[in-house]
């Protein structure tokens, strides 16, 4: 059941005390409630996410991440490889996390990527093969909302049909966009060839959008893994409106230090949550290092200093946050048909809510942000590789990702060129080398963390992104765009390299893809924040399980490879306590 208010929770004391209901915290409630035996209580600080229309609907994206009331609200540190600014940096304060508040693309990554991750931690069990079957075990694969033939625009073989989160394509169509993108992967065939399901871990080439979506409603980790079923267990609490502060109540534990309690503040009054088995930490890549830190797990020297008690000494808390750095470029397009029908044009936009709240169809049923992606490595010759190794995991990832957004002005206000009708290429560099941090600078446990996400502090990420603009321009060039493209919006052509790179540090954001945090490292390794199995290095009875465990953002939005790892995560728990 769902608590809005403490007094209401009927005791303090569970055999485990999940910490965040977000995409990974849900996926671990669930899982570990079924068993009847067994007792959890989910402490979540957003607000509930029931009737929340702006995130139900996909096109209303923007307006989501517009409503403060959702969001923590976060700001970036100024950062240097973006010429000093700070950003925006959104996070999900309700529950489903993120999942609940995000762009909703479906991506899994490179088998490389997870072959990596196997070979980092010295277990199997994160590689590709490892993984896949915890893809299929959360996937819901639906038919699109508009119910129109998808044969070859996906792999019915690689995906999940029972799982709780419903996987579609989109479900309204931008035909001329459409066939224009298909075209140039016949025009030029071997740069931008056609992947018919771009989630197979062979990701490379242009392949249709999938999207968290199921008959046209956004899919969330509430909808799919705190639905009915599961939510009146009664061996499962979830308490909204409760912000976890630090862990307390230090035991030992054949040696180690073990946390009994969780202290988090309702309303202005702070109480502690008691965990008999296991205290588990699924707050996100900022909430999670943040408790950490407000705990005395992490640097000595940072957590002296502040005069926060130390109990673990683990430098590696907060470190090697990283995200996929965003680069957009805009064209006009002599067509009529793009987002911009519907964004610039208040009475279709009316209908297209109406239509959606009539029958769950319509433009409304999709989020908007592209009808294709496509996966792309650099050149072998690419400047970029002067400055540093490759550091994509292997052969078969992407260094470079496009978004092919059939308008502009889209999610996060990435593009907005003003009036008229335009296309977007969105550029992500898949494989950053850029590393930041989430550190604290107070000992007020409340007190937001400081987020770094170091953007473009490697010359490999600015360079490759350069190379991203060239490639996104190669790709219009195919002959089927003439006629229809028009100028580039803010034109670059003239720009020297200079003024490119500069304009790029001017401009570029994030994918929302931050990961790293508390990452996972193999036994015995002096770095990393968790073990193999998720436990905390050092500390008895308390796990990580959320994107902050990745140790290397893989060549993919971070919601599916969450859903997986978290699946794996409640298996890994529920064996311990077997
Ligand atoms: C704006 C945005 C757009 C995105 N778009 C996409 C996309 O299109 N596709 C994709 O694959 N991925 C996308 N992502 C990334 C993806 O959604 C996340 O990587 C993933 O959902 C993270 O899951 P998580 O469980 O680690 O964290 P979250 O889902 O963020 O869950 C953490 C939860 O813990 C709660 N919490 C944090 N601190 C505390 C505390 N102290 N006390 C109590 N509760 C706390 C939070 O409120 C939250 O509910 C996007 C992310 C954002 C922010």
């Not at 705190?226 to 035991?251: D, M």
């Not at 908007?368 to 792309?376: R, S």
């Not at 937001?448 to 170091?454: A, E, F, H, K, T």
Request: net charge negative.
């Amino acid at each position: 059941k769902v608590y809005e208010d403490v007094a209401d929770l009927p005791r303090l004391h569970y055999d485990f005390v999940i910490i965040g209901g977000g995409t990974a915290g849900t996926v671990v409630a669930n899982r570990l409630t079924e068993n009847p035996d067994v007792s959890v209580l989910v402490l979540e600080a957003g607000v509930s996410n029931d009737g929340v229309l702006l995130s139900e609907v996909p096109f209303l994206l923007n307006s989501l991440l517009g409503a403060s009331v959702y969001s923590w609200n976060y700001t970036t540190t100024p950062q240097s490889g973006l010429n000093g600014r700070s950003i925006a940096f959104p996070r999900a304060y309700m529950l489903g996390g993120c999942s609940a508040h995000n762009g909703m693309v479906y991506t899994r990554g490179a088998a490389d990527d997870f072959d990596r991750y196997a070979n980092l931690t010295g277990d199997d069990g994160w590689s590709w093969d490892g993984i896949f079957p915890y893809f299929l075990k959360h996937e819901g694969w639906t038919a699109p909302a508009d119910n129109h033939d998808t044969l070859g625009e996906f792999n019915p073989a690689i995906h999940g049909t029972d799982g709780p989160i419903s996987v579609s394509l989109n479900g309204f169509p931008w035909p001329v966009f459409e066939e224009t993108v298909i075209q140039t992967t016949k025009e030029l065939p071997d740069e931008f060839p056609f992947n018919l399901d771009m989630n197979s871990g062979q990701p490379l080439g242009v392949s249709w959008l999938q999207s968290s979506i199921g008959g046209g409603k956004r899919s969330t980790s509430v909808t799919g893994y705190l639905a009915p079923e599961s939510i009146w267990r009664p061996n499962l609490h979830v308490l909204l409106h409760a912000q976890v502060s630090k862990l307390v109540n230090i035991t030992h534990n054949r040696g180690k230090p073990s946390f009994g309690g969780v202290e988090f503040k309702f309303g202005s009054s702070l109480f502690v949550a008691h965990a008999s088995k296991e205290i588990i930490l699924s707050a996100g890549a900022i909430g999670t290092p943040h408790i950490l830190l407000n705990s005395g797990i992490g640097a000595h020297n940072t957590l002296s200093a502040l005069g926060i008690p130390k109990v673990v000494d683990l430098p590696s808390v907060g470190q090697n946050a990283h995200d996929h750095p965003f680069f957009a470029l805009g064209w006009a397009v002599n067509s009529t048909q793009t987002l911009e029908s519907i964004t610039q044009n208040a009475t279709r936009a009316a209908e297209g809510l109406a239509q959606w709240e009539a029958s769950h169809t319509g433009p409304f049923v999709d989020s908007g942000i592209a009808t294709h992606i496509a996966w792309l490595r650099l050149r072998s010759d690419s400047p970029a590789f002067e400055v540093h190794a490759d550091p994509s995991p292997g052969p078969g990832a992407p260094h470079l990702e496009f978004l092919l957004i059939p308008g502009g002005g889209i999610a996060g206000g990435i593009s907005t060129p003003g009036v008229g009708n335009f296309i977007t290429i969105g550029i992500s560099l898949s494989s950053p080398v850029s590393r930041g941090s989430i550190t604290i600078n107070s000992s007020d446990a409340f007190a937001p963390p400081l987020i770094d996400p170091g953007f473009l502090t490697s010359m490999f990420d600015l360079l490759a992104l350069r190379d991203g603009v060239a490639l996104a321009q190669r790709f219009v060039s195919a002959p089927v765009w003439d006629g229809y493209l028009g100028a580039m919006t803010p034109d670059l052509t003239g720009l020297n390299d200079a003024e490119l790179l500069a304009h790029i540090r001017d401009n570029v954001g994030q994918s929302f893809h931050i990961v790293g945090t508390a990452a996972m490292s193999a036994r015995g390794a002096p770095d990393g924040v968790v073990d193999p199995n998720l436990q905390v290095k050092g500390v008895a009875g308390l796990s990580v399980i959320d994107a902050a465990v990745v140790p290397i953002v893989p060549a993919a939005h971070t919601q599916a490879i969450t859903y997986a790892f978290a699946e794996r995560g409640a298996d890994l728990v529920k064996r311990r306590w077997a």
